[in-house]
């Protein structure tokens, strides 16, 4: 973003108060921001006390050597003791952890009691298999049990697990374990998605062919669709031969709290992907505060889903770390939410009394497509508070969230973090703050963060610009794995002293935080720097428009121009002159320099795995470039499908 800063275009007026019942048993209110604000590290060191430490840290913050920060450095943890023991030993071990259900219509309930017999066995059998503290285990499963299962056996014993997407090819698979230097890879025969059998284990033997894999000493492989596997004897073991025969009891030894706990791979819009490295005791303390003070969590009563995948730092942080740490009920769901009907989740929301559900914009947009009789026709009263995670929610999407999902009546929290900020850090607290839809609103109890323009001076409200990060927090990334140097370069030298996340922001006239897209995605428009987030909200909010994926692409007269790729409600049909009325409706919503030069009508857009619109690609069709880097897609076919439909795009 040069000279210009981010023109504030969109208004929302519209403002929802905290149910007066949740906000009267809330687990947290307004006097957290007091505390917080008053002594920022004394109200970390209290939240830090949620947690069993074997040594309770009696140092909060090391900042002497920044941007490396240590958080509670002399105290000692068992972070899968945190999440699944402590929960047993008082009195909870008959509580449902998880509620498992498998695509196919297989369920099962595991209590706490049993997690723990299975997370025991599973870090014995990674013992026995040679893994040590500190060595790194490769995860490369689909959504079952066994994830979770595993991810807890790493921590209990040290060993710093990877996880990588079921999705991704081999290659991305292969990069990513020679980065990591992993010993270990954990898969399965495959997984179940869109009704099928989709085989996982097949990519694992070809990343194991190539260079710099070497070091991977065993390939553990669970049992779940029950494919043919071609199987190379002395290198690959059965989940169910290995793991089944082992002792149910294990003893969790304590770990320093900057012991490493995981590294998670972002790709990025450019170069290699980086290895963003978390640690133990800061880490839990914030996904564990952060879960209970966003999602009102009450561990007797509530039943909570996250609808991620565990190979998202969402799943890490809301579907294992934080909820367990808290001794949840969870919902965890293996497939795909139209398998074998658009009503699955709403299905999955009645059958288990789901009372809090966070998922993302892309999903609830998806939903919107299908139409409102869709979750109509089940019954949703238990729940009672929703989340949004991964994207900018479009106000048109968020109200629709609430109204059809939330029955008019319960709070939605839209929550802005980063693989990078380990946790949630901007959202409004569902028992206190007056929700805005379409703003993640204000940095949460212990967490700074502000707008600021290009030399790094804080934006007045009403102006936009960049967000960051002005003081350490607890989960924050420690560097990216191998790459102290890209660590400071990537996201500590923008602006000197603070860290700079990559989103624009702008702040309203309250002061608060509307988070605007990638600073990558920004589009310059005669001299005015146009946010994509808010042309693409501007065209959700006209009837016809399911969703909207807007870029600026090169043009001589305006420097870039906006070209819009719209997704029509009920069909691709195009009536004659909607271009025409869209433009116009993008022009009164926002004003005329926002008024897209092009509206293309497709049947899909290019997406991430956790629900991301790459706009890059969508960037390089605009410009008739060759595409750039697609191994990160959902489904690479789109692209295809895109750029067939549109010969001349430019
Ligand atoms: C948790 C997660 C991080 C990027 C982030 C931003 C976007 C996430 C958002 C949001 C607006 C929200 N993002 N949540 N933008 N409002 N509530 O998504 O992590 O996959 O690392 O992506 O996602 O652009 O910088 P990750």
Known sequence: MSKESLANLMTEERRFAPPAELAAGANVTADAYEAAAADRLAFWAEQARRLSWEQEPTQTLDWSNPPFAKWFADGR?????????????????????????????????????????????????????????????????????????????????????SLVFGGFSADALATRIVDADARIVITSDGGWRRGAPSALKPAVDEALTRPGTEAVRSVLVVRRTGQDVAWREGRDVWWHELVDRQPE?????????????????????????????????????????????????KPESDVYWCT???????????????PLANGATEVVYEGTPNTPHNGRWWEIVQKY????????????????KWG?????????????????????????????????????RVPVVDTWWQTETGGIMISPLPGVTHAKPGSAQVPLPGISATVVDDDGNEV????????????????????????????????WSRFPGRYFAGDGAKKDADGDIWLLGRVDDVMLVSGHNISTTEVESALVSHPRIAEAAVVGATDPQ??????????????????????????????KELGPIAKPKKILPVDE????????????????????????????????????LIQAKLPSAA
């Not at 294990?250 to 706990?261: I, N, V």
């Not at 789901?354 to 998806?366: D, K, M």
């Not at 991430?608 to 890059?616: F, L």
């Open 460 to 491: 007045a409200n009403g102006s936009g610009g960049y967000l960051t990060l002005t003081e350490p927090w607890p989960s924050m990334l420690r560097t990216i794995w191998g790459d102290d140097q890209r660590y400071l370069d990537t996201y």
């Open 372 to 408: 409102d009789d869709v979750p109509a026709g089940f019954d949703l009263s238990s729940l009672r508070l929703l989340g949004s995670v991964g994207e900018p929610i479009n106000p048109e999407a968020w109200i629709w969230y609430r109204k059809h999902i939330g029955g008019d």
């Open 558 to 587: 305006t420097t870039q121009a906006i070209v819009a790729f719209v997704i029509l409600r009920g069909g691709a049909e195009e009536a004659p002159g909607l271009v025409d009325e869209l433009r116009a409706h993008v022009a």
């Open 77 to 161: 943890l068992n972070v899968a003791y945190n999440c699944v023991d402590r929960h047993v030993e008082a009195g909870h071990g008959d509580r449902v952890a998880i509620h498992f259900e498998g695509e196919p219509g297989d369920s099962r309930a595991i209590t706490y009691a049993e997690l723990q017999r299975e997370v025991s066995k599973a870090a014995h059998a990674l013992t026995e298999l040679g893994v040590e503290a500190g060595d790194r285990v490769a995860i490369y499963l689909p959504m079952i049990p066994e994830a979770i299962i595993a991810m807890l056996a790493c921590a209990r014993i040290g060993a710093p697990h």
């Open 605 to 640: 857009l290019p997406k991430t795995r956790s629900g991301k619109i790459m706009r890059r690609l969508l960037r390089d069709v605009a410009e008739n470039r060759e595409l750039g880097d697609v191994t990160t897609l959902t489904d690479s076919t789109v692209m295809d």
């Open 249 to 297: 009891e294990h003893t969790p030894q304590a770990f320093d709290a900057e012991h490493p706990l995981f590294i998670l791979y972002t790709s990025g819009t450019t170069g290699k992907p980086k290895g963003i490295l978390h640690t133990s005791g800061g880490y839990l303390t914030q996904v564990a505060y952060t879960h209970h003070a966003v999602f009102d969590l």
């Open 308 to 322: 991620a995948d565990v190979g998202w730092v969402t799943g890490h942080s809301y579907i294992v770390y934080g």
């Open 353 to 368: 009394g789901v009372t809090l559900l966070y998922t993302a914009p892309t999903a609830i947009r998806t939903c919107m």
